[in-house]
């Protein structure tokens, strides 16, 4: 009896044992998985702002182009107005 009792007390310690082993790869591999979801975040992020940025460029290259077509227009009316000013 005392044998049999021995027994299962090693093939559960056996059994035990690589259940934490498979635990311990488990949280090994979670833990990774979390560190790259983290190392995706802080890129994404990155890229965010690299977005706004060009985006905020943009918008002011649009406001000088705006400004530009606006001082362009006056001078065509400037120069429409000079050139009626003669006669054929």
């Known amino acids: 009896m005392r044998s049999a009792v021995n027994s299962s007390l090693y093939l ?4 035990f044992s690589v ?6 790869a488990t949280s090994e591999q979670g833990s990774a ?8 975040a802080t890129h994404s ?5 690299n977005v706004a940025a060009a985006a905020e ?10 400004a530009s077509a606006g ?6 009316e400037h120069l429409n107005n000079l050139v009626g000013q003669f006669k054929l």
């Open 57 to 66: 460029q943009q918008m002011s290259a649009m406001e000088e182009v705006s």
């Open 12 to 15: 559960f310690n056996q059994t």
């Open 71 to 76: 001082a362009l227009s006056e001078l065509a």
């Open 45 to 49: 992020a990155e890229q965010v702002q």
């Open 33 to 40: 998985t979390v560190a790259e979801i983290s190392n995706i």
């Open 19 to 24: 259940a934490m082993e498979q635990m311990s």
